[in-house]
């Protein structure tokens, strides 16, 4: 049997991945199917004069990476396994759910054969979400502080971002005069944020991780400078077949171990 092979070194922002917390907000439930994201136009104003971005915009026929099914269950509970999932397929956006439960099975059985691997995490100091800077568009952060930048609503509503104006609570803020903040619940592939980058006023936008003192992650998970790699192969319906898991521990030294489908972890590195 022919096996297709993938290789994923989950640390940090090697695969640029987030996980911090955040709550659902309300929004339109039709969205397209899994796909590359569609602009809503380019950043100018409509035959009225209006900044595009204040203009409602339609869901129906926009497509936004990610599986719908996939994008509602993160963030999950073993982020570790998260990432590691999303790892093997970043082209989805989002971690598959079948190969997230298999994962997170995995990490349970070998941190009960040796619990000190509990201590050791892909990357504990992630950040809490994105700040776009915009330095040359001052009028969109005023936008979105005010409540009035709506050119995102539909993305907001997919990802479970929550905005209102600056000031009333959600998960967007603005910093320094010139940038706004936007927490991000789930762990997403960069198309995320590709996404975002489609839309009237953040063409020109430069968007960098954001960490925030007040949440996240690293508030419960000490680094240990440890680390957790995941090679894989899949069988012919494109499901995981063999795991093997190294970790890096910064005291005890390197453990691989091997899962197959069915069988306990066996130790061979």
Partial sequence: ?????????????????????????????????????????????????????????????????????????????????????????????VARQDRYDVIAADLAMIEAIRPELADVHVECEVPNGYAFWLFEAPEVVDAVWLGQYHAWDCHNAFYGIEHHAVGQGGDVWRIDGVAFAMEVAGVFAPSFIDAYRTLPGLEDASIEPYWSPLAGFAETCMPTGGSITLEATFDAADDLDERTYAFEHPELGSFVYLVTPGAAPIQIG
């Fill in 1 to 93: 049997m022919m096996y297709d092979r993938a290789m994923t070194l989950a640390r940090g922002w090697v695969t640029s991945l987030v996980l911090v917390a955040c709550v659902a907000s309300e929004g339109p439930a039709s969205f397209g199917e899994t796909g590359e994201s569609e602009s809503t136009g380019e950043s100018s104003s409509d035959d009225t004069g209006s900044p595009l971005w204040e203009l409602p915009p339609s869901c129906d026929e926009l497509v936004l990476p990610g599986d719908p099914i996939d994008v509602a269950a993160t963030p999950r509970a073993d982020r570790d396994a998260e990432i590691l999932a999303l790892g093997l397929a970043p082209e989805l956006g």
